[in-house]
């Protein structure tokens, strides 16, 4: 099987269709102009079936960013969490990723997306540990990219944009080049700003430590989740919007935060060890702490994982067809071929 395991349905505009029905025109906006955002989101085995990892900050993050570009997704976070759902039950998959992607869709060329209608797909795929299971056991290697982060000023870094990661597949495919598994990418500023799709924390004499959004980061869900969680454990924490390289280089140890990546430590930058080379204590244990929140396993009052086979109670079947909210307001083509 190829990354796509080209089965099950992909939900777009309102259709769950066949796999390889789920296409898009060759004018649409958001190829051309990098004019769409997109989320990532994971689903974790759990005793109880599938479980979504904070389901409803990454709908809010998606619509967020959507405004942020002027777009309105046209779908409600209900409506969009229902149709995850329903992609997640036709792929029969237990544990995966889910990429919600909205676009400008067909309509002109033209730098401004005037008639072209925003396109919403969802689609579910298996995505096992991004940087690797001997990256989660035993930590990266990780360079300080030649490109620098996007100025925040220049294009939102709270928004997850599709044209934004030219920037991380400028420094990833630089450091995979050059043998690394990972960039850190530093800011405008030159300070750290994050990895090329993950968000960075030290931990110096006990304290763990990691940026915000005025760095030009995205700021992570995971890394938001890691905060939580070391407050949880009484590990003290402090957020440093101006990190140094040297903080970094310096540091007991490190590690990396995301959606992708869960929570990967960081054993070396540029060949210089962190602390010991080796994965440290906190690290370890938020690690464990985040992936036994994930699992369903610990921290269950946080209310963090939204159960697929539980749902809410609004006697929908799930394979319903849904009708955009754009259609209502007499939106046309979506540009779908
Ligand atoms: C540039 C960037 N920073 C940070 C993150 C981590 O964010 P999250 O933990 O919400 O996945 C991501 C992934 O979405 C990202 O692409």
């Known amino acids: 099987m190829g990354f796509f395991p080209e089965r099950g349905a992909i939900w777009l505009d309102g259709d769950l269709l066949p796999w390889s029905d789920a296409r898009v025109h060759v004018c649409v906006h958001g190829l051309h102009y990098g004019t769409g955002v997109f989320e990532g989101i994971r689903f974790y085995d759990t005793a109880r079936g599938p479980a979504l990892f904070r389901l409803g900050e990454h709908l809010q993050r998606f619509e967020r960013s959507a405004a942020q570009y002027r777009m309105q997704l046209g779908w409600s976070e209900e409506q969009l969490a229902q149709a995850v759902r329903d992609v997640i039950e036709s792929s029969e998959l ?20 005037r008639q072209c209608p925003v396109t919403v797909a969802i689609v579910v795929y298996p995505f096992p540990m991004y940087l690797g299971a001997d990256g989660i056991q035993n930590g990266i290697r990780v360079t300080v990219s030649p490109w620098r982060k996007t100025h925040t000023s220049s294009v939102p870094s709270t928004a997850k944009g599709c044209g934004q990661y030219l ?15 990972e960039a850190l990418l530093l800011n405008q500023e030159g300070f750290v700003a994050e990895g090329s ?8 004499d006990g304290t763990l430590l990691t940026n915000d959004a005025p760095a030009s980061i995205l700021p992570g869900i995971t890394q938001a989740s890691v905060l939580e969680l070391a407050r949880l454990h009484g590990i003290p924490s402090r957020i440093q919007t101006w990190i140094r390289l040297e903080d970094v280089l310096e540091a007991d ?21 962190i602390g010991d080379g080796t994965v440290g204590a906190v690290t370890r244990r938020l690690q ?4 036994a929140a994930a699992r369903g396993e610990a921290h269950a009052d946080l209310g963090w994982l939204t159960f697929l086979k539980e ?14 909210r754009s259609h209502e307001a007499g939106v046309q083509s979506t540009g779908r071929t």
């Open 94 to 113: 237990t544990e995966g990723y889910v990429r919600p992607l909205a676009l400008y869709g067909y309509g002109n060329l033209g730098i401004l997306p």
């Open 167 to 181: 920037n991380s597949f400028l420094s990833l495919s630089d450091a995979r080049a050059r043998g690394f598994e």
């Open 197 to 204: 799709g993950e968000n960075v924390f030290y931990v110096k």
């Open 253 to 273: 140890e490190a590690f990396f935060t995301g959606t992708a990546a869960e929570v990967t430590p960081i054993r070396e930058v540029d060949g210089r060890s």
């Open 288 to 291: 464990d702490s985040f992936f």
């Open 311 to 324: 749902r809410g109670g609004n006697g929908m079947d799930g394979r319903r067809v849904l009708r955009p």
